[in-house]
């Protein structure tokens, strides 16, 4: 079959690779029929050393169960599914907690820590298939499939970032970030009634699709500029909750500089970085509080569909651009180059 590799900073390859087959009792074999480049991709295309590649590519899916184990019983042939960019058995402690992403299980992994899988790719082995696999109530070919395969990630990591950091109908919000993310970060924080949301991007086509999303206003600058003019939208003090969604330590001093006394950071760009500030000046003097994480998105799937079926969203819109497998290594590249906001790819 064909997949996605990696082999080191913007050098991507589509090659031949052995079939996908089910190892364990509990995997399922699945044929991709959409799946994406994610904003994260675009960490290791700008950054790997060649010496850690190939890696195989890909954590967001849509697919067709082909096969199953013998102790698979939520999923069968036939069945569409959507997998979150974690693997997990959805029955331990943590996972009952809703933190899926610490999956206590064995084989509870991101699809990115599994060297012989991957959702850019022509089919996929799911391992813990009944705790990881969501079906869907939809054909392979419906028009709702782009917003579905956003379950996947960045719908759930955008709400991820508005419920960790406790936006309601009380609060005032701002999102760094203009990408997918940050765009379902606005999205989210609209469901939830946040009173203002304060876009951070410099893209107009994308802060343009942030207004339709719920921006109440939109912000170009960066650094000291940005922080000023965020204050200025804001009486001068800043905003409770801020919606970190690009991974950056300038990001996260951005953040800092925009949150209100008592307000909370809420970060869902993976960082960049181990160490940032904070101690007495940054944080703790004003009992700023810091949240986020990876998001446990498995725990969100059927809260969160409803409404795309229905039609109350749309998140699907953040994919500008459709490609098959061919089109990836260039799909790569225009996501890079702020040509692309997400790619869409189709096997």
């Not at 084989?107 to 089919?123: I, K, L, V, Y």
């Not at 939830?192 to 410099?202: S, Y």
Request: aromatic share 4%; net charge negative; glycine share 12%.
């Amino acid at each position: 079959m064909r997949a996605t590799l990696m082999y080191g900073a913007g050098d991507v390859r589509i090659e031949n690779v052995p079939d996908s087959v089910i190892k364990h009792p509990t995997d399922a074999l699945v044929r991709i029929t959409a799946s994406c480049v994610c904003g994260s991709d675009l960490h290791p295309y700008g950054s790997m050393k060649p010496e850690d590649g190939p890696a195989r590519m890909g954590h967001e899916f849509i697919g067709v169960v082909e096969d199953t184990g013998t102790e698979v019983t939520t999923v069968k042939r036939g069945d569409l599914v959507v997998a979150p960019f974690a693997i997990s058995d959805n029955t331990c402690a943590f996972c009952r907690e809703g933190l899926h992403t610490s999956c206590a299980h064995p084989q509870a992994n991101f699809w990115d820590g599994e060297p012989e899988e991957g959702g850019q790719a022509e089919a996929v082995r799911v391992p813990l298939a009944d705790g990881t696999l969501v079906k869907l109530p939809v054909a392979p070919d419906s028009s709702l499939v782009p917003s579905l395969l956003t379950l996947s990630d960045v719908l759930g990591t955008g709400y991820h970032a508005a419920v960790a950091g406790g936006v309601n109908e009380r609060t005032l919000v701002t999102v760094i970030g203009d990408g997918a993310v940050g765009l379902m970060a606005v999205l989210s924080a609209k469901r939830l009634g946040a009173e203002q949301i304060i876009l951070m991007g410099r893209h107009q086509a994308r802060t343009d699709l942030g207004r339709e999303f719920g921006a109440t206003d939109i912000v170009a600058a960066r650094g000291e500029e940005g922080i000023a003019a965020v204050r200025d939208l804001t009486g001068g003090h800043g905003t409770h909750v801020v919606l970190e969604a690009v991974g950056h330590l300038p990001a996260y001093d951005q953040a800092l500089g925009v949150v209100r006394p008592g307000g909370v950071i809420s970060r869902v760009g993976v960082p960049q970085y181990e160490k940032a500030p904070i101690g007495f000046g940054s944080l703790f003097r004003h009992n700023i509080r810091l949240a986020g994480g990876p998001a446990p998105v498995r725990a969100y799937i059927e809260e969160l569909m409803p409404a795309i079926l229905d039609g109350t969203i749309e998140p699907g819109r953040v994919f500008d651009a459709n490609t098959n497998l061919d089109g990836v290594p260039a799909g790569y590249q225009d996501m890079a180059d702020r040509k692309s906001l997400k790619v869409l790819v189709k096997p």
